[in-house]
């Protein structure tokens, strides 16, 4: 690529903002030319707002840690902008125009970023591949006829491509990770409570989501969630305190840490053999590294009855997505305008009692205490991110007369990371691993509940071990 920024993490960029080397238009006008050079094949960005980027740039931009630099919002509830279009990758909110900030996004905002567009998610960010009826599917850079994985694909596309060196991604059962470890790229899910959710939501999705972003670097992540984190106004419950920046633990000292090496997952599903290998080259480099690494699995009494239990909290989320839209809408959802798998899930979410949807959160809230007890006797756990290679674009699908089976589909695909949602435990997918076909395979490292900044020391010793911030997909190579 001709566009030296391209190649720059966003902690750079921002320096070369600082020290007045450039000015955050020249970032703004290279994120855009890249947008406009690379983003018809990938289709990541859905939103193009280009020329309130370039006002924004033009203007007095708050002093944060990311003055100038430019970044991409995940079309989904916490990426509310107001004045914006925001869909939720829904054909239902097509012209919907956000009517409020986020909380998320304020801080974003005030960090001294700069918002070129929104990428591609899929509807109501459920499936884990980003493929919706309403923008088309969103490809891998890494290769074209693959998926980037879900929710957060466009997100994670659009940092693989290095249209931006860092985009915001949100995750409920994995959708920060899963498309990290789709695209190669480094996906880190906070702790519970870690990033705001309001000023409209308490806890999302029953406080099995939370947010932050896709990114190149890991000081990227480490620093983009210092600006972020903390409670805001109201909010019914916060993450433990962390004694220092995490940008910071970045090149800090740290004891050598009890590695647990996860192979099969909790519902029992087959895993790839790429991704069996990605733990064990993992496993082996944490071993090089010093760590105290064995094979662990951490079990649950009743995983049937968690897996149950995480499904009918989903749909009961997919109800009260698809009603918070019709109200902003003043009316009902026309069948047409809902995806087979939305139709199904809100329905059989509008079907279950008060009763039974406590009943599933206090099963998963069982399962984080049983979890917990793991790691006592374990400071991290290593797992495949994934049970396959990213999938053929197509190969999830949730036909009009059965969804449901490609749900369970989809479930077995992405069988490792829904544990750490309901745990609210930090979890990130690390980009180590490429398959004989040059497909990326990430793995999941998750730690105590948090304990975030362990996980972003472990992250950087890795990167530095084996890094991947050279490694360009052959669409931008």
Known sequence: MNDDFANLDATAQAQLVASGQVTPLELVDAAIARIERFDRRINAVVERQFEQARERARGKLPDGPFRGVPFLLKDLANGAEKGSRHTYGSRLLAQHIAHYDSELVRRFRAAGLIFVGRTNTPEFGIPPTTEPALFGPCRNPWNLKHSTGGSSGGAAAAVAARLVPFAHGSDAGGSIRIPASC?????FKPTRGRNPVGPKLGESVAGLATDHCCSISVRDSAALLDATSGPDVGAPYAAPHH??????????????LRIGVMHMPLNGAPVHEDCL????SAAALCRELGHQVSNAHPTLVDAAGFLDAFGKVYAVMAALNVEHAESLLGRVAKPR???PITRRLAAKGRALSATHFVQATRVLHAASREIAHFFVDHDVLLSPTLAQ???AIGELRYPARDPLPGFIRAAHYAAFTPLFNATGQPAMSVPLYWSATGLPIGVQFAGRFGDDAALFRLAAELERARPWAGC??????
């Not at 695209?183 to 996906?187: D, I, K, M, Q």
């Not at 004694?243 to 050598?256: L, T, W």
């Not at 360009?472 to 190579?477: F, T, Y």
Request: proline share 17%; aromatic share 6%.
């Open 183 to 187: 695209c190669g790229v480094f996906g």
């Open 243 to 256: 004694s220092r920046p995490f940008a910071r633990e970045i090149d800090a000292p740290h004891r050598k």
């Open 277 to 280: 290998a990605a733990v064990d």
């Open 337 to 339: 305008e809902l995806e």
């Open 389 to 391: 290679p990213p999938v």
């Open 472 to 477: 360009i997909p052959p669409l931008i190579g």
